[in-house]
C-alpha cells in the first residue's frame, strides 16, 4: 500500500513527537487524532486541553475527544474511518478488545522502557527513582495484556547522571516517534518481524502516589537523589520538620560531610540551605517550600530560622 491510514490515540507530552511525526511523514495518512476530555487544572480548577489537543490544534486539526474510546459509540465512529493501523501513546486509557479488533494491521503502542522491564503507568520515573543506568523505547503490539504485546523496534540509552524524569522524558519520545515511523514502514511493506517479551524478565512500574515522595532519612543519600530525579515534577520529594509542619523540596545536593549524626539530623543551617544527615552522606537542601509559602532557594530558608542544628527532619 502507498500510506497507511494511521489514528493517533494520545494524551500526554510524550506522544506529541509522535503526533509531528505522523504528521510530516509521507507514507502516513492521520486519519485521526483522539484525545482525553479537557480536565480541571490550575490554580482556578478551569478546564484545560491536554497537550497533544493543544498540538494537534495548532496545526490545524479538530482532535477527536474520548472519555471511553473503547465505548461502543467510539469503536463504532473509529472504525468508520477505516484506519490500516492504530497507535497510542500517553493516552490514559486501558482499549478494550472490540477497538484494538478495528484496524487490520494491529494497534501499536510507544512505550518507553526496555521491555519486559518496566511495564505500567510510570517506567520514566521508576528507572530514575531506582537509579538505573540505561532506559530506552519500545514499539510494541497492544494486547488485551498490559504492556506485553511482541516487540516491532526497540532502542536503548544511558540515562544521564543528573537527568530528571521532564528530561528524560522528553528525550525518549523524539526517539520514540523515529521508531514508531520505522515500525509502521515495516507494516506498510510487509517486512515486520515482531519479537516475542521473555516473560522471565517482567517487572512493572506502577502509577506514583503522593506517599512515595516521603523522603526516608534512613535511606542512602544516592538512594533519596535518584527519587527526585524521577518524581520530579510530581509527587515530587517532601519531609516534614519539627512541629510536624511540611517541607518540600525542589531541589538537593548530596554532599559526604565526615560524623556519624543520625539521619534526620540538621547537620547545619546556613550557606545554600540546610544539610541534613542521611544514611551515609547528607543531603543539601537547595530549594523549598514551606507549607503555604511560595518556593524559595535554601539560603534564604535558613535565613528565617526555621530550625537549629541537632533538629531531626521526618518526626
Known sequence: MEKLRVILLGSGDLACPLLRAL????????????????????RGR???????????????????EAADASSPEMVAALAALSPDVLVVADFGQFLKAPLLAVPPL???????SLLPRYRGASPVQWALAN????????????????????????????ILPDETAPELEARLAETGAELLLRALETLRLGTARPEPQDPAGVTFARKLEKEDGRIDWTAPAAATYNRWRGFTPWPGLYTTVPGGALLKVHRLRI????????PGTVLSCGGEGPLVAA???????????????????????????PFREGDVLGG
Open 106 to 112: 494491529g494497534c501499536l503502542n510507544v512505550h518507553p
Open 131 to 158: 537509579g538505573d543506568a540505561e532506559t530506552g523505547v519500545c514499539v510494541l503490539y497492544v494486547t488485551p495484556k498490559m504492556d506485553a504485546g511482541d516487540i516491532l523496534e526497540r532502542r536503548s540509552t544511558a
Open 255 to 262: 554532599e559526604r560531610p565526615g560524623g556519624a549524626a543520625a
Open 279 to 305: 544514611a551515609d552522606g547528607a543531603l543539601r537542601l537547595l530549594e523549598v517550600q514551606p507549607a503555604g509559602k511560595t518556593r524559595m532557594d535554601g539560603a534564604a530558608y535558613c535565613r528565617g530560622r
Open 46 to 64: 478551569r478546564l484545560l486541553p491536554c497537550s497533544v489537543k493543544r498540538a494537534a490544534e495548532g496545526m490545524g486539526i479538530v482532535p477527536i
Open 23 to 42: 504528521r510530516s511523514s509521507g507514507r502516513v495518512e492521520l486519519a485521526a487524532v483522539v484525545v482525553q476530555p479537557d480536565r480541571p487544572g490550575g
